[in-house]
């Protein structure tokens, strides 16, 4: 199992035969890691591409870092989808049968959060 530890400078070493991204890709959910642990592991350990994530305009380079309450529907979102992911990923290995009742909870969620 690999073990991820923050250097002196902010830079990430994964130690161990794989890192978070490998073992998230094993699992079948890499385009999670990439859709949302990144960018959510940069704005909260706060390098150059957390940073201008949270940027109020991008003439002016004053960041609203989080916790904000510009980031608050974001968070709820990414919430409501982890906790779906998570559902869908324990029906599947737990095989609780409840395929169809996930499957209006992702449409809830997609009618919830509509743009």
């Not at 909260?44 to 201008?52: A, F, I, K, Q």
Request: hydrophobic share 45%; with cysteine; net charge neutral.
């Amino acid at each position: 199992m690999s073990l991820v530890l923050q250097t002196g400078t902010g830079a990430f070493v994964a130690h161990g035969a794989r890192s978070p991204f490998q073992m998230a890709g094993e699992v079948g959910l890499g385009q999670l890691y990439l859709t949302f642990y990144s960018f959510a592991s940069s704005m909260h350990h706060l390098d150059v591409t957390g940073l201008s994530a949270q940027l109020e305009s991008k003439e002016v380079p004053d960041a609203d870092v989080a916790p904000s309450e510009n980031w608050l529907d974001d968070s709820l979102i990414m919430a409501h989808n982890a906790l779906l992911n998570c559902l869908v990923n324990y029906n599947r290995a737990a095989r609780l049968g409840m395929r169809r009742e996930l499957r209006q909870a992702i449409r809830d969620f997609m009618k919830a959060w509509k743009k």
